[in-house]
């Protein structure tokens, strides 16, 4: 591989270990193909510029036997990895009963490269620039590419280097939370332990790290849980006690000392001149808790815990921070749905910016989304905001003209940030949007509240449930390390049913901590039988996950309300306007509108595509609730009807897109809403477009077919078994014709027996399991003489034969004739 070269000739490379071998330089970036060459390659990049024996090189390459030859071996290898070099040949070089590979600089070898910049970063720390220890910290973190030397097949290297590897990786992951706590941003340092801490639970200094940052965030119960878990995982895995320094941290947190006693103990390993009864005496004019600096802001408390919402929180930053000017973002809107964690963000990041807004913070709950269902009302939005920005009540204009312009002038000039939690629309906002060019408002709400947006230059962040990882992670803070270590199904399965929603979450997690003794596994099932049954603590409105979700249901319009109950009978994971006014009885554009409505709440999300949407399994769980409690059980068997019939004509009318033979199957004939017919496929892309998109929808229909309505069964899986075997999923097609088979066997129809049986064959052919393919085929053919069925024997026959064909001698014509079948 050819090889750039740098200033006066000399060939620049870069070698890595931290993941898969590769060679790099001014043409770009490549592997090592040869295994042998990848172990050469490695021992010599482990030890740069210094002599590796041949002898140790040998044993490397054959750890177990050696051949007899094996020094020639080694010659010839060596010499087939200086060509793969090409012109950075040269770097490895011959030397005394051995070679080296000659590294002129720490950049070139990304390990080496590595340890500088450890190097670096903590002479950053003695100096106290911490901006810049985490930037070397990260940029070294960022060399790592996967697990070190992993395509390097010869296990005595790796387990050598391993160890050392991890160790290094892990103190860069130590200077990086240093980096943190020494700029006091606790709350980003415990974002950064939680994971370390349940992968490294004996790893002590994770855990001084992180009573530091629980207790520099201001959360002190958390501090005093941090120590009281370490010293349970120590004695019962070590029968040992945490070190003397921690019990010492653990002490001052115990006695109420400033936060810069503890950064101090931890920095300097000793115990400073500090006395509980006199704070005078704290080092470096520390002050104590009781004697603030400043006035606390009119906030609520800081959010207990906040995980996965780094890019939310800088994109806040991003918006409402950076410029005081005219054309500068003055409003950003945080929405999404129930139990998201909007107002936990927002008041997490109201009390980390403090100092961009020297004039106050204030937060006002507009109660539009609640219990007793009556939103803030402007007026009385008004008097508060006039009260938290300390106008006497004499002062206060008696009139709500007054008032309004009294708050104007008010907040005209200063710099405030106003925290607008729980609206109900843009209506009930905007009158109380501040005057001031240097003045921020941040809005919470399940509304998008795009009139904000289109009116008022309002910028929107959507805040979505959490990722899989991040879900398990508020687990494991929740319930401990302990608890959760060897439990990933049962951890995984909890936050699936959760909907990763971070009020489930925390809802699931309190109830496993009251049920100590009870299996994880035994909640993940509890869970899925009957998630809104288990999901609330006692009588607590707050925490019932089934009433915040039933707030947003509040707040529809009727139709809106009809629709939404309507989609507890669709079997997901997405839906249409057209499903949608088939399911609930209405013209298309009606539930196109009313789709929007639900989506604009939060109670759907647009899925892939627009127009295309799906709602979490809790909704779905909600609306049947809703649905079984509001319609009759025909009301229900009726609207399952015509969405099964409408999807029925769909999928017979894709089928005749594409194939000279259509499918024999008919649909009921439902009655359908005006307006609603299926679709006309200009040709066979359009039909095998339509089947890719409802796919899943398919899937779904044929697994979770209810009682009266089973031959729709062997119906739908007869109409899509073309377009599956077209789009090459065989392995689909054939479950689905097993699907139809049983269907049909309770249906007593031994014609579309014998076509699953047919549409099972085809599919196997297809996946070239001939054996089973043409026994499939064969019962098929007995079942369709004895019907006298001519058209499905002929079409039968041509498949079997070209079956055979490509079982004999693999002709591909024969997948020509059973691509037309």
């Not at 808790?289 to 890019?311: C, F, K, M």
């Not at 843009?426 to 919470?444: F, I, M, S």
């Not at 089947?691 to 044929?702: Q, R």
């Not at 078994?721 to 269907?743: I, P």
């Amino acid at each position: 591989m050819a090889r750039g070269t740098g200033a006066g000739g000399v060939t620049a490379v870069r070698f890595g270990l931290l993941g898969p071998l590769e060679v790099g330089g001014a043409e770009g970036i490549a592997g090592v193909a040869a295994p042998k060459q990848r172990v050469i390659l490695a021992c010599l990049a482990l030890r740069p510029n210094q002599v590796v024996a041949c002898e140790t090189l040998i044993d490397a390459l054959w750890p177990d036997a050696k051949p007899a030859n094996a020094r020639m071996a080694l010659l010839n290898y060596v010499a087939r990895l200086r060509r793969a070099l090409g012109p950075a040949a040269e770097r490895v070089q011959t030397g005394n009963g051995g070679y080296r590979l000659v590294i002129r600089e720490d950049a070139e070898l990304d390990h080496v490269h590595a340890l500088s910049l450890e190097a670096q970063a903590r002479q950053a720390v003695e100096s106290g620039d911490f901006s810049r220890v985490q930037s070397l910290a990260e940029s070294a973190l960022a060399l790592w590419r996967g697990e070190a030397l992993e395509d390097v097949p010869c296990e005595v290297l790796r387990a050598d280097c391993t160890g050392a590897f991890e160790a290094l990786w892990l103190r860069l992951q130590e200077l990086r939370i240093d980096a943190l706590l020494g700029a006091c941003r606790f709350e980003s340092a415990l974002s950064a332990l939680s994971s370390l801490i349940v992968v490294r639970p004996l790893h002590e200094p994770l855990y001084e790290r992180q009573l530091i940052a629980f207790y520099g965030a201001g959360w002190r119960a958390e501090a005093l849980e941090s120590y009281r878990t370490l010293r349970t995982v120590l004695r019962d895995a070590l029968g040992a006690d945490p070190s003397a320094r921690m019990a010492e941290l653990h002490r001052y947190v115990l006695a109420g000392a400033p936060i810069g006693v503890l950064l101090q103990v931890w920095r300097e390993a000793f115990v400073p001149e500090w006395v509980v009864d006199e704070p005078k005496a704290a080092p470096d004019g520390a002050r104590p808790h009781s004697q603030a600096a400043d006035p606390a802001p009119q906030l609520p408390r800081r959010p207990h815990l906040l995980i996965g919402r780094d890019l939310e929180l800088k994109g806040l930053t991003r918006l409402l921070t950076q410029g005081t000017g005219t054309d500068d973002c003055r409003v950003a809107v945080l929405t999404g749905p129930a139990g998201v964690g909007k107002t936990s963000l927002a008041l997490a990041w109201a009390h980390s910016v403090g100092d961009h807004f020297p004039d106050g913070r204030h937060h006002l709950d507009l109660n539009g989304f609640a219990a007793d269902g009556v939103p803030l009302c402007g007026d009385d939005a008004l008097a508060a905001l006039l009260d938290f920005l300390g106008l006497p009540p004499e002062d206060i204009p008696a009139t709500p003209e007054g008032r309004m312009a009294r708050y104007r002038a008010t907040t005209a000039g200063r710099r405030l940030l106003m925290i607008f939690d729980n609206a109900r629309d843009a209506a009930q906002v905007r009158p109380l949007l501040p005057t001031g060019d240097g003045c921020r408002t941040l809005v919470t709400s399940r509304r998008s509240l795009g009139g904000l947006v289109a009116l008022d230059g309002a910028e929107q962040i959507t805040v979505a449930p959490l990722s899989a990882e991040d879900s398990r992670i508020l687990l494991a803070r929740r319930l401990g390390a302990r608890r959760v270590t060897g439990q990933q199904p049962a951890v995984e399965a909890i936050a699936e049913h959760c909907a990763h929603l971070p009020l489930a979450l925390s809802v699931a997690a309190a109830r496993a901590a009251s049920m100590a003794a009870v299996p994880l596994a035994t909640l993940a099932g509890q869970l899925q039988a009957r998630a809104l049954d288990v999901l609330h603590i006692g009588d607590d409105a707050v925490s019932s996950v089934r009433t915040a979700l039933s707030w947003s249901y509040q707040r529809l319009s009727e139709p809106a309300g009809y629709l939404f109950r309507a989609l507890g009978l669709h079997p997901g994971p997405e839906i249409t306007a057209e499903a949608a006014a088939a399911l609930a009885g209405i013209p298309p554009h009606r539930a196109a509108t009313l789709l929007d409505e639900l989506a604009a709440m939060n109670l759907l999300a647009e899925y892939g595509e627009p127009g295309r949407y799906s709602m979490h399994n809790l909704l779905a769980a909600l609306a049947s609730e809703l649905l079984v409690d509001a319609s009759a059980p025909e009301a229900r068997r009726a609207a399952l009807h015509r969405l099964y019939d409408y999807y029925l004509r769909c999928a017979i009318a894709a089928d005749h897109s594409f194939t000279t033979m259509p499918v024999n199957v008919t649909a009921d004939g439902v009655p359908l809403p005006p307006g609603l017919k299926p679709p006309v496929f200009a040709d066979e892309r359009a039909g095998i477009a339509w089947a890719a998109a409802e796919h899943k929808v398919l899937m779904s229909l044929i697994n979770h077919v209810v009682a009266g309505l089973e031959s729709y069964v062997w119906r739908l899986s007869a109409a899509n078994s073309r377009a599956l075997v077209a789009r090459g999923r065989f392995h689909d097609a054939a479950k689905q014709g097993r699907l139809a088979q049983a269907a049909a066997l309770r249906c007593g129809n031994r014609a579309a027996v014998g076509h699953a049986h047919f549409q099972i064959g085809r599919a196997l052919a297809f996946s070239g399991e001939f054996q089973t393919a043409r026994y499939q085929l064969k019962r098929a053919l007995r079942i369709q003489r004895s019907l006298g069925d001519e058209a499905g024997q002929a079409e039968t026959d041509r498949t079997l034969t070209s079956c055979r064909a490509l079982a004999g001698d693999g002709d591909r014509r024969g997948v020509e004739v059973m691509a037309q079948a």
